[in-house]
């Protein structure tokens, strides 16, 4: 569902795959390639949110925001499932493990790999090209070619499911077809 408030009109990109049972709202803007898998709530009726082109947003996750703190995410960034990101920052080319909470005014590096169960205090910076993980989560290590590897293939498998989503979504296509 895309819904409206306060005037504020989610504005996604067509080519972006929104799942029938997801939900967006107000100030959002949705770059191209994207996608919000089943159950995802974005809601931008507090303060603007920004997804970037091929960014995939997986299923049950939470984006919201505190007043004149809005939530960005970059290019290439894989939120993984059940995910909680509030008022913060993703930069280009990070994965975010599932069930990670990311709180106000974090932010997480370019290319860094947070890993799963993580939570981000307030205000705190993961640096870029590392893995960090925990609660707190903490910097473990520097990123290896076997992780930007992994990353890569992450991001562009949901990038290649979205595009056969939304066109089984055009055609007319359902799971009870098939």
């Known amino acids: 569902m895309i819904q409206p408030y306060k005037g504020y009109v989610p504005n996604v ?12 709202i107000g100030d959002v803007r949705i770059d191209e390639q994207s996608s919000v898998w089943f159950q995802t709530v974005i809601r931008g009726d507090v303060a603007p949110t920004t997804i970037g082109k091929r960014v995939s947003i997986q299923d049950l996750t939470m984006i919201h925001q505190s007043p004149n703190k809005p939530v960005i995410v970059e290019d290439d960034v894989t939120i993984g499932h059940q995910v909680t990101l509030h008022s913060a920052i993703i930069r280009k080319c990070a994965l975010i493990g599932m069930g990670s909470i990311i709180l ?75």
């Not at 067509?14 to 939900?23: D, G, I």
């Not at 370019?110 to 993961?126: D, T, V």
């Not at 903490?138 to 979205?162: F, G, H, Q």
């Open 13 to 24: 990109h067509q080519s972006v795959f929104v799942a029938k049972n997801a939900t967006i």
């Open 104 to 178: 106000d005014g974090a932010e997480v590096g370019e290319n860094a790999f947070l890993g799963a169960g993580s939570l981000i205090p307030p205000g705190k910076k993961i640096p870029p090209h590392t893995l960090a993980f925990g609660r707190p989560a903490k910097v473990i290590r520097k990123l290896t070619e076997a992780d930007y590897k992994e990353m890569e293939r992450v991001r562009k498998s949901y990038v290649e499911k979205a595009g056969y989503y939304l066109y089984e979504t055009e055609m007319g296509i359902s799971q009870e077809d098939n």
